[in-house]
Every structure is written in C-alpha cells, then in structure tokens.
C-alpha cells in the first residue's frame, strides 16, 4: 500500500492573499508550536492534492510511502491530534540495525497507550528524496503526544537511542521533522483503509 | 512517577589508552555534561589494576533529576555538534562502548 504525504513551507514574505488561497485550495493540518523542521502545514495524502500554481507561495517537501505496518486502535477517531516524524536512517546503517529500529518504533504502542492510531512507511520516492521513514500517530489529546508519548520510559531509555548522538547505536541523522497538527478525523484510517 | 535517572557510561579502554581517557572526558566531556544538567556521580575501574596487554573497563556514573531533565539534556546534546565528535574521539580509544539508562526498580505489580 502506497500513498502520498507532504510538508509545507511559506516561503519568506509570501502574500498573504496566496496563502489564504493556498489554504482554501486543499486540506492541510497548520502545525503547531512546537513542531520541528517540517515547515508550516502537513497535507496527508488523503485529499486531492495541492493544484498547481502556488509554487511561489510554497515548497512542498513530497514523500512517497510505503506501508510496513499500522494499526487503528479506533478507525472512528474523531480528533484531535496527528503528529508525523519524518526522519532519514544514515546511508552506512546496517540493515540488522535498521530492522530493529523499525521493530523497536513499531513497538511503542505496546508501551504507550495514548498512541490510538499509528503507522510506519517507508519514504520510497521521489529519486534523490533525504527521508527514509515516517512515522506517524493520531492521539486523542496533546498531552497524549506531549506527555504520554515523550516522557514514557520507553521513549527516552530505549527508542531515542537510535536518534542520539551520545548513543553507539545511533542510526538517525539529528535534521528530522516532527510536526503535529489538530484534526477533527482519522488521516490514518482512511490511509490504512 | 519515574524520578532520578540515572546513566552509566561503560568504556571498554584499549590497553594503553586509560589515562588518554580520562584526559579525555574530563577535559573535554565534563564541563559540556555538567552545563547540560548531569551529575557525576562515581566512577570505577575494572579489573581494578590497569592491565597491558588487555582492555580495562572505565565507568561513569551520572544522573539527572527527572524525565524533563533527561529531555534537556538531550536536546543540548542534540544541538551541539560538538558532542557527537567527542564521543567519535572518544570511540577511537575504546574496544567498545555502552551506555545504559537506570531507575529505580518498581515493586512488583507496579512495573512499567
């Protein structure tokens, strides 16, 4: 199963009325403070795509997906959160490495219960494109995301060794992109679907 | 409630190379540590002799407070690039290297 997904940057002094039509044109999820490295707005592959034309109001950073598991916990989600990270395992990681990674990330909703929905994908396309996976989730809350999801011990003492410079065992480059918006439905269901 | 953490450093040092170690992570490590919340608090050496014609293990204690500081540290370390090229430096004296994040065991039934 494959799909679409992209991050969205104004470019700096965009006009306004371009960014108001920009945002009238499709749905995106405005990103919330916080987020890190992935610019403005996620469009999640589910609706129609961005239409030409706003191509000096914007850049969209597309990724092609690649399902390797999810799970609806409840495919009636009704809200309020989707985070995605964005990351790139380094070029020398080795595959043993990268497998673990992906059981270890696929593990945490074991662990964590706020995470509802969830999937991982591998990022496949474009050619050239710096991602190689994508992790998303939708949570009922932001604590979920804030709380929950960073300070279990399962994050910070197992998984976050893969990201962390000080760690033997790091395979992920430190430029990721961690973004969350608000959304009143289930992005995932209708990707899993 | 998770509330010290505690992380353990453990370098296996290649013969030789002990006191470049420690020259090392003191010198270089510590004061970059201690400003991103973590303390020190023991060290060892094992076998406790330094040995010539095999690795001995040097290892650090350290602490933080609590999950949030855990997460502080992190992110400076994650924003200084510095760090990562110490622990190459570092890694080039060691046969191998671990470190290991520990809390208090929780009673049973009460576990994570």
């Known amino acids: ?193 | 409630m998770i509330g010290k953490i505690h992380i353990l450093d453990e370098l296996t040092v290649e013969p030789g190379r002990l006191d470049a170690v420690r020259q090392l992570m003191t010198e270089v490590y510590m004061a970059g540590a201690v400003e991103r919340g973590m303390a020190l608090e023991q060290t060892w050496l094992s076998p406790p002799v330094e040995l010539y014609d095999q690795p001995n293990n040097l290892v650090y204690l350290w602490s933080v407070p609590d999950a949030a500081a855990w997460w502080a540290m992190r992110g400076a370390a994650g924003r200084d690039p510095s760090v990562g090229e110490f622990w190459a430096e570092m890694d080039a004296l060691c046969v191998e290297r671990q470190r290991r994040f520990l809390v208090d065991d929780p009673p049973i039934g009460e576990g994570r």
């Open chain 1, 1 to 193: 199963m494959s799909r679409e997904l992209a991050l969205v940057t104004l470019v700096d002094g965009a006009d306004p009325d371009k960014v108001n039509e920009l945002e009238e044109s499709v749905v995106l999820g405005r990103h919330l403070p916080g987020t890190v490295g992935g610019g403005h707005y996620t469009w999640d592959g589910i609706d129609d795509p961005v239409p030409s034309g706003f191509e000096d109001v914007a850049n969209f950073d597309l990724v092609e997906l690649e399902l390797i598991d999810g799970s609806l916990g409840d495919p009636g989600f009704t809200g309020e959160i989707k985070r995605t990270l964005l990351l790139q395992v380094q070029t020398d990681a080795h595959a043993d490495s990268v497998a673990a990674f992906e059981r270890d990330l696929m593990a945490m909703p074991d662990h964590i219960s706020a995470i509802v929905n969830w999937a991982l994908s591998r990022v496949v396309g474009p050619p050239g494109i710096r991602w190689t996976h994508c992790w998303e989730q939708e949570y009922y809350t932001l604590d979920g995301l804030k709380v929950d999801y960073m300070m279990s011990p399962h994050h910070w003492g197992l998984i976050d060794g893969w990201f962390d410079p000080e760690m033997p065992q790091q395979i992920v480059d430190l430029d990721l992109a961690h973004v969350y918006h608000h959304t009143d439905r289930s992005v995932l269901a209708a990707a899993l679907g």
